[in-house]
């Protein structure tokens, strides 16, 4: 009963969010129950569907993660976006500069970056939250930005190969590849992308529960988040809970760059990110800063994301843009739950009045 | 150095401000009356696209503009009956909106022009390139008198400042909000429209490239008041102007660094170090009517 409460918003949101999708693409001129067979149907084949699907998802697991974690602790990082940025540079300039090395130092070194440089990128909002309470939200967009400007610099600078006229490194050295899953298992064929990196998304999603769930930190932020007054009353440093979970939720958006940087595209391109960071709000609420519902909402968005593609070949005037229209009004219906909860809250707000 | 300082720059510095000009006023109204407006760059870019759409097919540009505002105002209502009516959270029903305005006008342009997110060229002579600019600059005296002047700028104020005060002394605070939100999708569409339909002659997909942001970072530079706002907009303004010169001329400052310092000063100003920015002291708090 209990995990059934925790579904059923979720999926509300979800049903009302096709509902006025399916307005909107019957007002473009397109059949709103052939569009989703396409949107939904596409993701389920063995093994393209199935194996696209958690390739995008991947990303989305990480950034899911990153806003959650920030949730329980009372803050939005609405930041992930830079930090996969300048963590996408960190990894790629590791994986060119130390490529002498061997792949089993090369490898962890180079993730420790990619979740090195996300977390210092978090932590200074963090920090400036914490020393002089300037909103978070506000700092993260801002450093958004910023990264998108430095990254962009550095690479037009030190990084890009000369006369090329994408905006992206050089590639990485090959060491610091890390392997598709069909190179490790035989039953997925080799030419899907999805590599290692969803594997440490899903130890990530076992290392954010633990974490929060099981050790004192997790404990002190979550306290954080629920009642910050009565947290610091019991003795918990708030100020230091935020910038912890700061640097652990820009840690988690950085590893987007391992999947991206040391399993994909081999080298740092400039744009690579379709709004992981963003998206990964949506993930999170849907998924109700839960692991395991980031993990269901991530592949959600991972099946959209795929069913996106045959949507813009398949149909005649619905692009995949519906994807990016289907995944706000999700946010929007989670957000504005009261709508669907209205007779919960007044029914509740009655027991309370009898009570007292 | 010579080219830096002259009237050219001083020119396109007033023209790259003026977007931001208004996108920031309708979102210091807002702010000021306690919600959070993250939502300026949807707000925009549905501004943008309808009225380059509208003017497209009436070959009016003022019909355009009005559609714009119409848009603006439209989408404006979904984030203030989220926030107000359903109490959801402001920044995130705000980020929902910047999202769907990414995807609403490629999804319409794609139906309406086959395109991926522009919309067809429209001639010279519908264009209106100068009245933006002087609707901006001739609203911020305007604003400033309704915000420092009048009964509705003081009912905003403390609102703004202190909802449950402002309701006992009879202040329906939803209604004010309703109205500052409304007036922030109707700036921010002018805003928009501008760069659709004064500065270029079409939309193209995310033309607004941040600056609904910057506009964002422009209020809160400007510690939530109007002149100093404007200021800070001019500022902005300058920055980018100042960066589209220096494109190729000096090779030793890229002119990503000259992009960021908005950006960068906003967060010095936000942590206090340019005098104390305060921010309205109910900004983002829900106001719930107590029985």
């Given at each position: 009963?209990?995990?059934?409460?925790?579904?059923?918003?979720?999926?509300?949101?979800?049903?009302?969010?096709?509902?006025?999708?399916?307005?909107?693409?019957?007002?473009?001129?397109?059949?709103?129950?052939?569009?989703?067979?396409?949107?939904?149907?596409?993701?389920?084949?063995?093994?393209?569907?199935i194996?696209?699907?958690?390739?995008?998802?991947?990303?989305?697991?990480?950034?899911?993660?990153?806003?959650?974690?920030?949730?329980?602790?009372?803050?939005?990082?609405?930041?992930?976006?830079?930090?996969?940025?300048?963590?996408?540079?960190?990894?790629?300039?590791?994986?060119?500069?130390?490529?002498?090395?061997?792949?089993?130092?090369?490898?962890?070194?180079?993730?420790?970056?990619?979740?090195?440089?996300?977390?210092?990128?978090?932590?200074?909002?963090?920090?400036?939250?914490?020393?002089?309470?300037?909103?978070?939200?506000?700092?993260?967009?801002?450093?958004?930005?910023?990264?998108?400007?430095?990254?962009?610099?550095?690479t037009?600078?030190?990084?890009?190969?000369?006369?090329?006229?994408?905006?992206?490194?050089?590639?990485?050295?090959?060491?610091?590849?890390?392997?598709?899953?069909g190179?490790?298992?035989?039953?997925?064929?080799?030419?899907?992308?999805?590599?290692?990196?969803?594997?440490?998304?899903?130890?990530?999603?076992?290392?954010?529960?633990?974490?929060?769930?099981?050790?004192?930190?997790?404990?002190?932020?979550?306290?954080?988040?629920?009642?910050?007054?009565?947290?610091?009353?019991?003795?918990?440093?708030?100020?230091?809970?935020?910038?912890?979970?700061?640097?652990?939720?820009?840690?988690?958006?950085?590893?987007?760059?391992?999947?991206?940087?040391l399993?994909?595209?081999?080298?740092?391109?400039?744009?690579f990110?379709?709004?992981?960071?963003?998206?990964?709000?949506?993930?999170?609420?849907?998924?109700?800063?839960?692991?395991?519902?980031?993990?269901?909402?991530?592949?959600?968005?991972?099946?959209?994301?795929?069913g996106?593609?045959?949507?813009?070949?398949?149909?005649?005037?619905v692009?995949?843009?519906?994807?990016?229209?289907?995944?706000?009004?999700?946010?929007?219906?989670?957000?504005?739950?009261?709508?669907?909860?209205?007779?919960f809250?007044?029914?509740?707000?009655?027991?309370?009045?009898?009570?007292? | 150095?010579?080219?830096?300082?002259?009237?050219?720059?001083?020119?396109?510095?007033?023209?790259?401000?003026?977007?931001?000009?208004?996108?920031?006023?309708?979102?210091?109204?807002?702010?000021?009356?306690?919600?959070?407006?993250?939502?300026?760059?949807?707000?925009?870019?549905?501004?943008?696209?309808?009225?380059?759409?509208?003017?497209?097919?009436?070959?009016?540009?003022?019909?355009?503009?009005?559609?714009?505002?119409?848009?603006?105002?439209?989408?404006?209502?979904?984030?203030?009956?989220?926030?107000?009516?359903?109490?959801?959270?402001?920044?995130?029903?705000?980020?929902?909106?910047?999202?769907?305005?990414?995807?609403?006008?490629?999804?319409?342009?794609?139906?309406?022009?086959?395109?991926?997110?522009?919309?067809?060229?429209?001639?010279?002579?519908e264009?209106?390139?100068?009245?933006?600019?002087?609707i901006?600059?001739?609203?911020?005296?305007?604003?400033w008198?309704?915000?420092?002047?009048?009964?509705?700028?003081?009912?905003?104020?403390?609102?703004?400042?202190?909802?449950?005060?402002?309701?006992?002394?009879?202040?329906s605070?939803?209604?004010?909000?309703?109205?500052?939100?409304?007036?922030?999708?109707?700036?921010?569409?002018?805003?928009?429209?501008?760069?659709?339909?004064?500065?270029?002659?079409l939309?193209?997909?995310?033309?607004?490239?941040?600056?609904?942001?910057?506009?964002?970072?422009?209020?809160?530079?400007?510690?939530?008041?109007?002149?100093?706002?404007?200021?800070?907009?001019?500022?902005?303004?300058?920055?980018?102007?100042?960066?589209?010169?220096?494109?190729?001329?000096?090779?030793y400052?890229?002119?990503?660094?000259?992009?960021?310092?908005?950006?960068?000063?906003?967060?010095?100003?936000?942590?206090?170090?340019?005098?104390?920015?305060?921010?309205?002291?109910?900004?983002?708090?829900a106001?719930?009517?107590?029985?």
């Amino acid at each position: 009963m209990k995990y059934f409460r925790h579904l059923l918003f979720p999926m509300i949101a979800i049903v009302a969010a096709f509902v006025v999708g399916a307005i909107v693409i019957l007002l473009i001129g397109d059949d709103p129950i052939y569009t989703y067979q396409l949107l939904i149907g596409s993701a389920l084949s063995w093994p393209d569907g199935i194996g696209y699907t958690l390739f995008y998802a991947t990303p989305l697991i990480f950034t899911g993660l990153a806003v959650a974690v920030s949730l329980r602790c009372g803050l939005l990082n609405i930041g992930a976006e830079g930090q996969l940025t300048v963590a996408a540079l960190a990894t790629a300039w590791t994986g060119i500069t130390f490529g002498n090395l061997p792949a089993w130092i090369l490898i962890p070194l180079a993730c420790m970056a990619a979740i090195a440089a996300g977390a210092v990128w978090a932590a200074v909002p963090g920090i400036l939250k914490a020393k002089f309470g300037s909103h978070e939200v506000i700092n993260t967009i801002m450093m958004n930005f910023i990264a998108a400007g430095v990254a962009s610099a550095l690479t037009q600078s030190y990084f890009k190969e000369p006369g090329d006229p994408i905006l992206q490194t050089r590639p990485i050295s090959v060491a610091a590849h890390i392997p598709r899953l069909g190179q490790l298992f035989s039953f997925i064929p080799e030419r899907i992308p999805t590599n290692v990196a969803f594997v440490l998304a899903l130890l990530a999603c076992v290392f954010v529960y633990l974490f929060l769930w099981r050790t004192k930190w997790g404990y002190e932020i979550r306290a954080t988040g629920e009642n910050p007054k009565a947290a610091e009353y019991g003795g918990v440093s708030v100020r230091k809970q935020i910038v912890l979970a700061m640097a652990v939720s820009g840690g988690l958006a950085g590893m987007v760059a391992i999947n991206e940087v040391l399993g994909y595209r081999y080298r740092y391109y400039q744009g690579f990110s379709p709004q992981y960071g963003f998206t990964g709000i949506a993930v999170a609420l849907l998924g109700r800063n839960h692991p395991a519902g980031v993990l269901l909402a991530a592949m959600f968005f991972g099946a959209l994301t795929r069913g996106g593609l045959f949507v813009d070949i398949f149909t005649e005037n619905v692009s995949k843009d519906l994807v990016l229209v289907l995944q706000a009004l999700v946010i929007l219906f989670v957000a504005a739950e009261a709508l669907f909860r209205g007779q919960f809250v007044k029914r509740r707000i009655a027991k309370g009045v009898k009570a007292s | 150095m010579r080219g830096i300082v002259s009237l050219a720059i001083i020119y396109s510095t007033i023209r790259l401000a003026t977007p931001l000009l208004l996108a920031a006023m309708g979102g210091l109204f807002t702010e000021r009356s306690g919600v959070i407006n993250i939502a300026l760059e949807g707000l925009m870019l549905a501004g943008a696209f309808t009225s380059a759409t509208v003017t497209h097919y009436a070959a009016n540009p003022w019909i355009g503009l009005l559609g714009g505002v119409a848009a603006g105002v439209f989408i404006a209502s979904i984030h203030a009956i989220a926030c107000i009516r359903f109490e959801a959270n402001q920044v995130v029903t705000g980020t929902a909106i910047n999202i769907l305005m990414l995807g609403v006008p490629t999804l319409l342009s794609g139906a309406l022009f086959g395109t991926t997110g522009s919309t067809p060229q429209i001639p010279q002579t519908e264009l209106i390139p100068n009245a933006p600019v002087v609707i901006a600059f001739v609203l911020v005296p305007s604003l400033w008198y309704l915000l420092y002047r009048t009964p509705f700028g003081l009912r905003l104020r403390a609102v703004g400042e202190n909802p449950e005060a402002a309701d006992t002394a009879g202040i329906s605070v939803r209604r004010v909000r309703y109205t500052a939100v409304l007036m922030s999708g109707a700036l921010a569409a002018i805003g928009g429209a501008y760069l659709s339909i004064g500065q270029s002659s079409l939309f193209t997909r995310n033309m607004t490239a941040g600056r609904g942001y910057i506009a964002l970072a422009a209020l809160i530079f400007g510690k939530w008041r109007p002149v100093q706002t404007m200021l800070a907009c001019l500022l902005f303004g300058f920055a980018e102007a100042a960066s589209i010169q220096m494109q190729g001329v000096t090779p030793y400052v890229r002119v990503e660094y000259i992009q960021i310092i908005p950006y960068v000063l906003t967060m010095v100003v936000l942590a206090g170090f340019i005098g104390a920015s305060r921010a309205p002291k109910a900004l983002g708090q829900a106001y719930r009517k107590e029985m």
